[in-house]
């Protein structure tokens, strides 16, 4: 029997398809594109700069936001620009390193949003139900610890999953119908046995998202019990008003999330490939391009700054509420 060197089926290079069925319209699917990682970038990056030089918002609350921020142009920069680069100059191929690296951006920093977004909750958690000692709770060394473990969860989880994804033999053609190198996408392509790659995916999907889903659970309904319990309306109001941005982020993280999840393993042959893309595309683009708009505009006390900043006014104090 001949014996095949796996190393010889290891591709120089991927073609990235972009939108499979929708070539044509690839430079008119651009500008929403484009659109929405400028508006991404300079946000995010607005975002830190407050975070960063305004003293009212040095404080836990915005330390997690800025985690948030960080994660998001990571993730959307990891995809947005080859997509770009697919739509407007046909640049398509993307070395085999290249793909990895890639994948290994996406779904570490995927992974990292959803551990910053159950981070916030628990600091929600905290701020509404033990007011009195939220600043010896969440101390800066305890948030740089946490913030730390939560990269390095999905930094050691999504390793394991990139070197089975090298290991594979690839013999069924090196042409990706993506926008970029989605793990499934491209283990498919391989004429070996995927099963690990399918079985260790799930798993981390659940190690990161199941659990983090279950935190976040478990902490708003804490904080509806202690709302709910407040004997003012108005109290009651505000308390609610501080979780509005954040369960914005979660539904424009979550949502995109489910369905591209369910996708995969349940609707590849009743649902368009194209839509799949477009979807997977969103979901990597949406949170990044929605949170620094909604907690804009949902925060006062970043609102506030960003005023204070446009009409020039230096001596308006802002705190924290």
Same mark, same amino acid.
């Given at each position: 029997?001949? %014996? #095949?060197?796996? @190393? =010889? &089926?290891?591709?120089? $290079? ?11 319209? /690839? ?39 800025? %985690? #948030?921020?960080? @994660? =998001? &142009?990571?993730?959307? $920069? ?11 100059? /046909? ?40 007011? #009195? ?62 099963? #690990? ?125």
């Amino acid at each position: 029997m001949i %014996m #095949l060197n796996e @190393t =010889d &089926l290891t591709p120089a $290079s991927f073609i990235l398809n972009g939108i499979p069925g929708l070539e044509d319209m /690839h430079m008119w699917m651009s500008l929403p594109f484009c659109s929405m990682y400028a508006v991404a970038v300079v946000g995010n990056c607005g975002l830190l700069y407050l975070i960063r030089y305004e003293d009212s918002l040095h404080r836990s609350r915005y330390y997690f936001l800025a %985690m #948030l921020s960080l @994660t =998001d &142009l990571v993730m959307c $920069s990891s995809t947005i620009p080859k997509a770009l680069c697919i739509f407007w100059f /046909h640049l398509k191929e993307i070395s085999f390193v290249e793909c990895l690296v890639q994948m290994f951006f996406i779904h570490t920093f995927t992974g990292m949003e959803s551990g910053v977004l159950m981070l916030m909750a628990l600091d929600r958690y905290v701020a509404i139900c033990y007011p #009195l000692r939220y600043s010896t709770i969440l101390t800066n060394p305890v948030i740089g610890k946490i913030g730390l473990a939560t990269f390095l969860r999905a930094v050691l989880l999504i390793i394991p999953l990139i070197f089975f994804t090298k290991r594979l033999p690839y013999c069924r053609g090196n042409i990706i119908h993506h926008t970029y190198c989605d793990q499934l996408s491209v283990a498919k392509l391989s004429c070996g046995n995927i099963k #690990l790659n399918v079985i260790y995916g799930l798993m981390a999907a659940f190690l990161i998202g199941g659990f983090d889903i279950l935190c976040i659970t478990i902490s708003y309904t804490m904080i509806l019990r202690a709302v709910v319990s407040l004997s003012s309306a108005e109290a009651r109001q505000k308390a609610f008003s501080t979780c509005t941005a954040h369960i914005c982020a979660i539904v424009f993280s979550y949502s995109p999330a489910f369905f591209c999840f369910f996708f995969n393993r349940f609707g590849s042959h009743t649902i368009p490939p194209s839509c799949h893309i477009i979807v997977a595309n969103i979901y990597l683009l949406l949170p990044p391009t929605m949170n620094p708009i909604v907690y804009g505009v949902k925060t006062k006390q970043i609102r506030d700054c960003v005023i204070r900043i446009l009409s020039g006014s230096k001596d308006t104090k802002f705190h924290s509420t």
